[in-house]
């Protein structure tokens, strides 16, 4: 519910109140690629995240403001669920989305993205 469900109820909401050149950025993780899964592990987590990016893809097929959406991995950060060793912490890695996100403002398309823009293999 929280990490696919929820998410695709609040992008029906907001979704018509984006400006056409606006983009909604969704946050997903790189554990939702099952082409980055070589070692398995977290596999609630995954499935979830995967979910999320699926129903995504499916809004973005059937929906006109679907051209204009991103699939966002923050990275590894440094909280409760990351840990207390990670490298990356909130204050590095939300700029890094917001400024991602204002990239990808009027282009179209689902893209699958990490907090530096770089493609995140489905």
């Known amino acids: 519910m929280t990490n696919a469900l929820s998410p695709m109820r609040v992008v029906d909401v907001i979704g018509p109140l984006v400006a ?8 997903s993780s790189d554990q939702g690629s099952i082409a980055q899964n070589t070692h ?8 979830s995240r995967s979910a ?5 893809r499916c ?21 409760e669920l990351g840990g207390p060793e990670v490298e990356l912490s909130v204050e590095e890695s939300v700029p890094g989305v917001a400024e991602t996100i204002e ?3 009027g282009k ?15």
């Open 20 to 27: 056409p050149d606006g983009t909604i950025g969704v946050m």
């Open 40 to 47: 398995g592990g977290q596999d609630l987590y995954r499935a």
């Open 52 to 56: 999320l990016n699926q129903l995504m």
């Open 59 to 79: 809004h973005a097929a059937r929906e006109a403001d679907g051209a204009r959406t991103l699939l966002m991995d923050p990275g590894w950060v440094r909280t």
């Open 103 to 105: 990239r990808h403002r």
């Open 108 to 122: 179209g398309g689902l893209h699958f993205v990490d907090h530096l823009g770089q493609v995140v293999p489905w």
